[in-house]
C-alpha cells in the first residue's frame, strides 16, 4: 500500500499529535457534558472568527459518532466507511483510523 501524504487531503487540516484523552466514567454519559464542553468551544471559536471546527473519533465509538451528528457536525467523506460511519485511513498515524467531523460557522 502507498504512503498516504497529506497533500492528497488538502481540504482538511492537518492533523496534530495528541495524547489520547481519558474516557469519562460511565456516571457522566448522556449528562449533557459533551453539549456544554462544545457549546463553549463554538463560543470561543467566534471570538476568534474560527471558519470551521474538527472532531475526530475512532471507528468503534458509536456514542461518539452520534453525539457528533445531533450536534450538528458532518461526517467528512472519506476513504472507507465502517457501520455507516466515513473513516480516514491511518488520519493519526499508522493503523489509527478516524472519523472527522466539521462544523462550519454560521457566520
Known amino acids: 500500500m502507498p504512503a498516504r501524504c497529506w497533500r ?3 481540504h482538511l487540516p492537518r492533523p496534530r499529535r495528541s495524547a489520547r484523552p481519558a474516557s469519562p466514567p460511565r456516571s457522566a454519559e448522556r449528562r449533557g457534558i459533551a453539549r456544554a464542553l ?4 463554538r463560543t470561543q471559536a467566534e471570538k476568534w472568527d474560527c471558519k470551521q471546527i474538527y472532531l475526530t473519533s475512532e471507528p468503534e465509538n458509536h456514542a461518539a459518532h452520534a453525539t457528533w451528528t445531533t450536534l ?3 461526517n467528512v467523506p472519506g476513504d472507507h ?3 455507516g460511519v ?3 485511513t491511518d488520519y493519526k498515524g499508522p493503523g489509527r483510523s478516524r472519523a472527522v467531523y466539521e462544523l462550519l460557522s454560521s457566520q
Open 72 to 74: 450538528g457536525f458532518v
Open 86 to 88: 466515513s473513516m480516514i
Open 8 to 10: 492528497s487531503r488538502p
Open 38 to 41: 462544545l457549546n463553549s468551544i
Open 81 to 83: 466507511q465502517i457501520d
